[in-house]
């Protein structure tokens, strides 16, 4: 279950109350379209990294021909590098060059949204809440409505839930312990079914 609101703040704010997991209407649409930025990203990157490509090859080859050790190699290349704090200290430090220091910041940059796409993927599992309301006229709230049921998630409106005199956190907190008892009952009727057999 996802909680998409409109800003970040609200996200967090909500998050922080719920224990859900958030994210805001602009990152699930960023979603659709992740792939195909990558893509050109890389193709960007590959132009302005040839001094950084001539360095690898070099630290390489020593590597092959046994002139320097695979410590030695990723040192050079910062390949062991896994933090953006310590690609800087090395280029402080002359250790590495600006291109290389540069290519690790993208590079970590890279798994980072990778891992946070992947936290949020929407597939047929995931019950995705907008607080927002049903509106015919917003298009942005219409195409992430339509992103999330093409994927085959199911959309629900955080003031479709609103009660009488309960806020919409309260609302939400419920839709997430209804959609838990659903789930739960789903896989007793199928280890139901498996022990029949």
Do not use: C, P
């Given at each position: 279950?996802?909680?998409?609101?409109?800003?970040?703040?609200?996200?967090?704010?909500l998050e922080?109350?719920?224990?859900?997991?958030?994210?805001?209407?602009?990152?699930?649409?960023?979603?659709?379209?992740?792939?195909?930025?990558?893509?050109?990203?890389?193709?960007?990157?590959?132009?302005?990294?040839?001094?950084t490509t001539?360095?690898?090859?070099?630290?390489?080859?020593?590597?092959?021909?046994?002139?320097?050790?695979?410590?030695?190699?990723?040192?050079?290349?910062?390949?062991?590098?896994?933090?953006k704090w310590?690609?800087?200290?090395?280029?402080?430090?002359?250790?590495?060059?600006?291109?290389?220091?540069?290519?690790?910041?993208?590079?970590?940059?890279?798994?980072?949204?990778?891992?946070?796409?992947?936290?949020?993927?929407?597939?047929?599992?995931?019950?995705?809440?907008?607080?927002?309301?049903?509106?015919?006229?917003?298009?942005?709230?219409?195409?992430?409505?339509?992103?999330?049921?093409?994927?085959?998630?199911?959309?629900?409106?955080?003031?479709?839930?609103?009660?009488?005199?309960?806020?919409?956190?309260?609302?939400?907190?419920?839709?997430?312990?209804?959609?838990?008892?659903?789930?739960?009952?789903?896989?007793?009727?199928?280890?139901?079914?498996?022990?029949?057999?």
């Amino acid at each position: 279950m996802i909680v998409a609101a409109w800003s970040n703040k609200k996200a967090e704010d909500l998050e922080e109350k719920t224990g859900l997991k958030t994210t805001t209407i602009q990152k699930i649409l960023s979603d659709k379209n992740a792939k195909l930025r990558e893509a050109a990203a890389r193709i960007e990157q590959a132009k302005e990294e040839k001094g950084t490509t001539i360095r690898r090859i070099k630290a390489n080859f020593k590597h092959a021909t046994w002139q320097w050790s695979a410590a030695e190699r990723d040192r050079y290349t910062g390949d062991n590098l896994k933090s953006k704090w310590m690609a800087d200290f090395r280029y402080a430090t002359r250790q590495i060059s600006k291109a290389e220091k540069d290519y690790i910041h993208r590079q970590i940059d890279i798994v980072n949204k990778a891992k946070e796409r992947e936290e949020r993927a929407i597939n047929e599992n995931t019950v995705v809440i907008f607080d927002s309301q049903k509106s015919g006229d917003n298009k942005t709230l219409q195409e992430a409505v339509q992103y999330v049921q093409s994927r085959g998630g199911q959309v629900v409106y955080a003031n479709d839930l609103r009660g009488q005199g309960t806020s919409v956190i309260e609302n939400i907190q419920a839709a997430a312990a209804a959609k838990a008892r659903e789930n739960q009952q789903q896989q007793t009727q199928v280890q139901s079914r498996i022990q029949e057999r």
